[in-house]
């Protein structure tokens, strides 16, 4: 395996495999099964470029997380911990997270194991969350004496309520899939076997949409989610008008008539 410092050329993955398929989807699978995808630098390195290079490939749209083996990833490879390239891992340089949203179309995790400490920072930038009945989620970061630093916590407060977070991240426990769904914290869970079935599945129906119009509304929804609900509705108003206003009816028109064909 070339070495952390390496640069990277295209393509040039080790400890990822991306696969690309026709219908505007690509699958990015976390490739350290035998260290349950442990998130060293070099995979997060190689994350980020394969993130840049789907999103500038006209041809893709939508984006599948998911693992190798057993595990979705297990977080942090602590064998790095005290990296020349910074602090924790270099947690801060090479932020998985941050290569995440570099995508700007929608981001499926498909969790096919165990998502722990960094995992569950990484199930929760995604967008739409589909979970394998056997995944199983925990954040440990307060029985290990750390903080989260990719926006975990404010992402789980964001998603499943203040009290449910308090309760998850300070016990540390871990919690199976379908306690996940009830909570809100992932949207279905599937068996196993059927995973990545369902997961293009919804791929596909998301690319019925315009590409343009999936980010579109991705990003306004992201947007509205950090401002207080009086600022969300004046903010979704302007961008609205700014959308909708140029927009012809014949172009509507044409647009519904397709979706009616396309659901006969």
């Known amino acids: 395996m070339v070495g952390s410092n390496a640069p990277l050329e295209p393509g040039d993955f080790g400890c990822i495999t991306v696969a690309r398929s026709d219908q505007g989807w690509a699958t990015i699978a976390l490739n350290r099964p035998e260290r349950l995808n442990t998130l060293s630098i070099r995979l997060r390195q190689e ?3 394969a993130v840049r290079q ?3 490939d006209d041809a893709v ?3 599948i997380l998911t693992g190798s083996g057993t595990a979705f990833t297990a977080g942090l490879d602590l064998d790095e911990w005290e990296s020349p390239e910074g602090p ?3 947690a801060y340089v090479h932020d998985a997270v941050a290569a995440l949203r570099q995508f700007s179309g929608p981001i499926i995790a498909a ?3 165990v998502a722990v400490t960094g995992g569950v920072e990484l199930v929760l930038a995604c967008d739409v969350v589909i979970a394998s009945d056997r995944a199983r989620f925990a954040d440990t970061h307060v029985r290990v004496g750390l903080l989260p630093g990719w926006g975990g916590s404010a992402r789980l407060i964001q998603r499943v309520g203040l009290h449910r977070a308090k309760e ?5 426990r871990l919690f199976t899939a379908q306690e996940a769904a009830q909570w809100g914290f ?3 869970v599937v068996e196993h076997e059927r995973l990545q079935e369902v997961a293009q599945a919804m791929a596909a129906q998301m690319l ?3 590409p343009e119009d999936l980010a579109r509304y991705k990003q306004l929804l992201d947007e509205e989610a950090a401002l207080p609900f009086a600022q969300a509705l004046s903010w979704e108003r302007q961008r609205s008008v700014q959308t909708n206003a140029p927009v012809s009816r014949q172009a509507i028109h044409a647009r519904l008539c397709a979706l009616l064909e396309k659901l006969k």
């Open 168 to 172: 998850l991240a300070l016990t540390g």
């Open 61 to 63: 749209h939508v984006l």
């Open 111 to 113: 969790v096919n194991g």
């Open 186 to 188: 992932v949207n279905q």
């Open 208 to 210: 019925k949409a315009r």
């Open 88 to 90: 924790a891992a270099a």
């Open 47 to 49: 994350l980020a470029q």
């Open 54 to 56: 789907l999103e500038a």
